[in-house]
């Protein structure tokens, strides 16, 4: 059972070298019960409103699957929102998730929208070595929702995947085929399994399919948003649109 664990909001402003000068990244978990709407939680902020929140960025969840995860990586405790996330979940692989997939959680209503893009300013907070290239070659990006029916959320509440698209392009799918991702590993397991007796057919001798392109996935994306299975964010439907466009030049 997939299960808030955490909700967290801004807990203070910190100086910040980018453009808007603050920052908003550090959220730190509540208690209680608290307000959704439209534009996220509430008393929550963004200080680069050009790039981060709107309707289709209200809230950002990180599963502590991958928190796990980093935390073996770097040698420390990644608490909830330290990755600027409002909520904390586990039992939920928040990166398969489809684009306008919907969850309930407490009285609220959410849309998985888009992947989270990591920023210079996540790499400032993290004080890691070339952060932003690692958190974006792991694609454990966690994903932007929009809140499609007000209501209140808390820790504890489960986590209802309450709406499936068919159109089944996920977060991690996106993000992977826009930053050539799965494309290398397919090309690197492919190098290595060349050197082995057994080539890369699997066990009925059938070569694995290679992954789908940028274009391919835009294309899918598209259609389901023409069909109205889909409401794309802003931002998907424009970079889907670039996508899809070059692969009719090409």
């Known amino acids: 059972m997939a299960e ?7 807990y203070v402003l910190h100086p910040d070298p980018g453009p808007v000068g603050v920052t908003a990244i550090d959220k730190r978990p509540v208690d209680g019960r608290v307000k959704v709407r439209p534009y996220g939680l509430y008393a929550d902020l963004q ?5 981060h929140g709107g309707l289709d960025q209200a809230v950002y969840a990180y599963a502590q699957e991958d928190a796990d995860h980093w935390s073996a990586e770097l040698g420390r405790e990644v608490t909830p929102g330290l990755f600027g996330e409002n909520l904390r979940v586990s ?7 489809v684009i306008g997939e919907r969850w309930q ?3 609220a209503l959410l849309e998985v929208t888009q992947p989270r893009t990591p920023c210079a300013t996540f790499g400032r907070r993290l004080d890691e070595p070339r952060w932003v290239r690692r958190f974006t070659q ?8 929009r809140v499609v029916e007000n209501g209140d959320l808390g820790a504890g509440d489960t986590v209802d995947v309450v709406h499936h698209p068919l159109h089944g392009v996920t977060v991690a799918d996106w993000f992977g085929a826009q ?3 799965a494309r290398a590993a397919s090309a690197a397991a492919g190098s290595a399994d060349s050197t082995d007796s057994a080539g890369s057919a699997g066990a009925d001798g059938a070569e694995a399919p290679a992954p789908e392109t940028l274009e391919e996935l835009a294309q899918r994306l598209l259609n389901a948003h023409a069909a109205g299975e889909v409401r794309l964010s802003v931002d998907m439907h424009r970079r ?3 996508a899809a466009s070059r692969a ?3």
């Open 179 to 181: 930053y050539g991702l």
């Open 91 to 97: 039992g939920l692989d928040v990166n398969r998730a």
């Open 105 to 107: 959680i407490g009285s």
């Open 47 to 51: 200080a680069d409103r050009a790039n």
């Open 240 to 242: 889907s649109e670039q």
């Open 4 to 10: 808030l664990l955490a909700v967290c909001r801004v």
């Open 138 to 145: 792991a694609n454990r990006t966690g994903a932007y929702l």
């Open 248 to 250: 009719v030049v090409d």
